[in-house]
């Protein structure tokens, strides 16, 4: 006997919609790689752009409405040369990971990843917490944005990250999501001399408990 998995109904994005997005993405790569923006206004833009997602998904037909929660690990590397002491170069980082199944193929996604002492520079653990907008179903890519926190303080700025994916389910209800990611980062920690502008390639894989 066979089950048959619930499919999403057909979302209703409206254009004002589409314009919030767009709008909200090139208002927030223009103040951070500007690297101008005072602490204030960087918080404020993420706000801002936490804000405009809960909007825009008001204004979606929500019909999916499945929750998958999980873990995973990941390998990372910096595309940079780094020469400084203490500061490494590639490593690996565990996650724990929230995703909301919406409408049509989209998929909002939160992570807390933990990395090793001398990410960006650190002497001690950093947290990073990630928020993601995704679509597709299987295969599917996105954006992201996120921030590292370390010994009682956060980066001066956030990072932004591009990803792709595949996405499929290994046993019922249990989803296996290996995924590729590129972040922008600048680091920025006390325990290094000069800031590093680096980006970052990941690799990995999460299994999440879809209920």
């Known amino acids: 006997m066979t089950t048959s998995r619930r499919l999403p109904k057909a979302s209703n994005i409206r254009p004002r919609t589409l314009f919030i997005i767009t709008l909200s993405w090139l208002t927030t790569k223009r103040v951070f790689l500007s690297q101008k923006g005072e602490t204030h206004e960087k918080i404020f833009i993420i ?12 204004n979606i037909t929500w019909a999916y409405d499945n929750h998958r929660f999980g873990g995973g690990i990941h390998y990372w590397v910096a595309t940079e040369d780094i020469d400084e002491d203490n500061v490494d170069e590639e ?8 995703q ?8 909002l996604e939160g992570n807390l990843e933990y990395l090793g002492e001398g990410y960006a520079g650190s002497a001690d653990f950093v947290l990073s917490p990630q928020l993601y907008l995704l679509i ?5 890519g996105g954006v992201g944005i996120g921030i590292n926190y370390s010994n009682g303080d956060f980066a001066d700025q956030p990072y932004f990250a591009l990803r792709v994916g595949v996405d499929f389910e290994i046993l019922p209800s249990i989803f296996l999501d290996i995924n590729a990611n590129y972040r922008f980062e600048k680091w920025d920690f006390d325990e290094i001399e000069e800031d590093i502008d680096t980006d970052i390639v990941t690799l990995g894989a999460i299994v999440r408990f879809e209920f």
């Open 136 to 140: 597709g179903r299987g295969l599917y």
């Open 47 to 58: 706000i801002s752009i936490v804000s405009s997602m809960i909007f825009t998904f008001g």
């Open 91 to 98: 490593g690996i980082a565990l996650i724990l990971s929230y």
């Open 100 to 107: 909301y199944q919406m409408a049509g193929s989209f998929k």
